[in-house]
């Protein structure tokens, strides 16, 4: 079991609601093995390359909850993913303390249903581009890294806002006197009775 910070000694950030780590106890950690030369070999090779090196359970079961601890987290932790900040599908360490924090659930995450959150998406697509050469290796964790929220966006992967551009498609169908300016769908943080979160491509 790898050495946890010290019990409550780390602090989540949010942006937009969503989770973050705490920089100074989860600046995130790489694997020696994956490089931009052994892609092939790693983590873009056919037939898969986590499930062998991810670490068994009785590991991460008692890791996870003395990182519950360094985080103060007191949710379900059933609710909550061990997570690798840089993930291994983009050649993160498997089990360095610096690269593994308990996130919690996603804003409107039904208790009681399980881990389920919008980084692994994220994670999924930049592992796809890395193995396509729409980016380097390197790019895709230090985006992840700085911020995972903005990780596609930076990269040019995805737009800056795609939530926003779906709301002012269906604002247009709306009848003339219940339709916002453009300038209000497209201001952060404004309300959006449109949105049909169904057809959310965010994440």
Not at 27 to 45: D, E, F, K, M, N
Not at 172 to 197: C, D, F, I, K, Y
Request: glycine share 10%.
């Amino acid at each position: 079991m790898q050495r946890q910070p010290a019990a409550g000694s780390c602090r989540y950030r949010y942006e937009k609601g969503e989770p973050l780590e705490d920089t100074s106890c989860t600046p995130g950690a790489i694997s020696p093995a994956v490089t931009q030369a052994t892609l092939a070999s790693t983590i873009c090779r056919k037939g898969g390359y986590t499930k062998g090196i991810r670490p068994p359970e009785s590991v991460t079961g008692p890791e996870k909850r003395a990182n519950a601890a360094s985080y103060g987290y007191t949710g379900r932790l059933g609710d909550a993913e061990y997570d690798h900040l840089i993930s291994l599908e983009l050649g993160g360490d498997p089990n360095d303390a610096r690269n593994l924090w308990v996130e919690p659930p996603d804003p409107g995450h039904k208790t009681g249903s399980g881990a389920n959150n919008l980084k692994d998406p994220v994670e999924s697509k930049l592992h796809t581009a890395v193995c396509s050469g729409k980016t380097t290796l390197k790019a895709a964790q230090q985006a992840i890294v700085t911020d995972w929220t903005t990780a596609l966006s930076r990269l040019g992967l995805a737009p800056a806002d795609p939530g926003a551009r779906i709301a002012v498609f269906y604002a247009a169908r709306l009848p003339a006197g219940q339709r916002p300016s453009v300038a209000a769908a497209n201001e952060e943080g404004a309300p959006t009775p449109w949105h049909r979160p169904d057809l959310d491509c965010r994440g």
